[in-house]
C-alpha cells in the first residue's frame, strides 16, 4: 500500500461591489496567491502516482496543474442619462454598456523525455536540469531556454522539477451595448451589440515541452477565440 502525501493550496480571495448613484455598478474581484501552491500528486481524476524517481516522492513536489498565482476579474455596468434635451437627450438616455475584463497566470509546465532514457519503464520521465529555462522575451519560435534541458544518461533520473515552466498569461476583454426602446402599450424593442475579445488580443497557447520533439520549445497554437461580434434584437410584447 501506498501513502499518498497531502496537498497544500493557499491564497486569498477578494472582491468588491460599488454602485454610485445607480449609473456606474462596477464589480472586480482577485484571488492572488503566493507562487508555489504544491502538490504531489494531482488532487483529481488525472491523479497519478508514479514519480520521476520512485524511490523519492519529493521528485513531483511542485505546483499543481490548476495552479494560477493570479487571477484578475472585473465587470463594470454603465447606464447613461442622457445629454441635452428634446430628442438628443431621448436618444442618448438608457444606453447600458457593460465590459468584462479577465486576467491570470500561465498555467505551469512540466518538460519531458521521449523514450525511456531511465531504463525504468516508467512514462512521464524528465531531463536534466543543465541551465536557467527562463527567457527574457519569449516568442513563439523559442518560448524558453531549450538549452536549459538535457537528455539524461541512460540508467538516470532526470533532474528537472514539476512545474518549472509557465505558459502565457491570459488577459481578455468583453463589452456588450444595449437599449430598451419603449414602443407604448408596455412592449418594448431590445437593441443589444455584443463583442467579444474586444481588442482581438492573441493569447499564445502552451509551448510544447517533450524533449526531443521537432517543436520543443514552440508554441504552435493560440487559446481563445479571435474577435466575435453579434447583433441582436428582442421584441417584448
Same mark, same amino acid.
Given at each position: 500500500?501506498?501513502?499518498?502525501?497531502?496537498? *497544500?493550496?493557499?491564497?486569498?480571495? @477578494?472582491?468588491?461591489?460599488?454602485?454610485?448613484?445607480? %449609473?456606474i455598478s462596477p464589480v472586480w474581484g482577485s484571488?492572488?496567491?503566493? $507562487? =508555489? /501552491?504544491? /502538490?504531489?500528486?494531482?488532487?483529481?481524476?488525472?491523479?497519478? @502516482?508514479?514519480? $520521476?524517481?520512485?524511490?523519492d516522492s519529493n521528485t513531483n513536489w511542485g505546483?499543481?496543474?490548476?495552479?494560477?498565482?493570479?487571477?484578475?476579474?472585473?465587470? #463594470?455596468? /454603465?447606464?447613461?442619462?442622457?445629454?441635452? !434635451?428634446?430628442?438628443?437627450?431621448?436618444?442618448?438616455?438608457?444606453?447600458?454598456?457593460?465590459?468584462?475584463?479577465? %486576467?491570470?497566470?500561465?498555467?505551469?509546465?512540466?518538460?519531458?523525455?521521449?523514450?525511456?532514457?531511465?531504463?525504468?519503464?516508467?512514462?512521464?520521465?524528465?531531463p536534466l536540469l543543465v541551465g536557467d529555462p527562463?527567457?527574457?522575451?519569449?516568442?513563439?519560435?523559442? *518560448?524558453?531556454? &531549450?538549452? %536549459?534541458?538535457?537528455?539524461?544518461?541512460?540508467?538516470?533520473?532526470? !533532474?528537472?522539477?514539476?512545474?518549472?515552466?509557465?505558459?502565457?498569461?491570459? *488577459?481578455?476583454?468583453?463589452?456588450?451595448? !444595449?437599449?430598451?426602446?419603449?414602443?407604448? =402599450?408596455?412592449?418594448?424593442?431590445?437593441?443589444?451589440?455584443?463583442?467579444? @475579445?474586444?481588442?482581438?488580443?492573441? #493569447?499564445?497557447?502552451?509551448? @510544447?515541452?517533450?524533449? =526531443?520533439? %521537432?517543436?520543443?520549445?514552440? #508554441?504552435?497554437?493560440?487559446?481563445?477565440?479571435?474577435?466575435?461580434?453579434?447583433?441582436? &434584437?428582442?421584441? /417584448?410584447?
Amino acid at each position: 500500500m501506498e501513502l499518498i502525501p497531502p496537498v *497544500w493550496t493557499y491564497g486569498p480571495r @477578494n472582491e468588491t461591489e460599488r454602485r454610485e448613484e445607480e %449609473a456606474i455598478s462596477p464589480v472586480w474581484g482577485s484571488a492572488p496567491s503566493p $507562487p =508555489g /501552491v504544491k /502538490v504531489y500528486p494531482e488532487p483529481s481524476t488525472d491523479i497519478g @502516482n508514479t514519480y $520521476p524517481d520512485p524511490n523519492d516522492s519529493n521528485t513531483n513536489w511542485g505546483p499543481c496543474a490548476a495552479d494560477r498565482p493570479y487571477i484578475f476579474n472585473s465587470s #463594470v455596468i /454603465v447606464q447613461s442619462r442622457g445629454i441635452g !434635451s428634446g430628442f438628443v437627450r431621448q436618444f442618448t438616455s438608457d444606453w447600458q454598456l457593460g465590459t468584462f475584463f479577465q %486576467a491570470r497566470s500561465g498555467s505551469p509546465l512540466t518538460p519531458s523525455t521521449t523514450g525511456n532514457l531511465s531504463l525504468t519503464g516508467l512514462g512521464n520521465q524528465r531531463p536534466l536540469l543543465v541551465g536557467d529555462p527562463t527567457l527574457d522575451d519569449p516568442t513563439f519560435d523559442r *518560448w524558453f531556454n &531549450t538549452a %536549459a534541458f538535457a537528455p539524461n544518461t541512460p540508467g538516470l533520473w532526470g !533532474s528537472t522539477p514539476k512545474g518549472i515552466l509557465r505558459g502565457s498569461a491570459f *488577459w481578455n476583454v468583453d463589452m456588450a451595448l !444595449s437599449r430598451n426602446v419603449g414602443i407604448g =402599450g408596455g412592449k418594448h424593442v431590445e437593441l443589444r451589440l455584443e463583442s467579444f @475579445n474586444v481588442f482581438n488580443h492573441v #493569447v499564445p497557447g502552451d509551448p @510544447n515541452t517533450t524533449l =526531443g520533439n %521537432a517543436n520543443f520549445g514552440k #508554441v504552435t497554437s493560440t487559446a481563445g477565440d479571435p474577435r466575435i461580434m453579434q447583433f441582436a &434584437t428582442k421584441f /417584448v410584447f
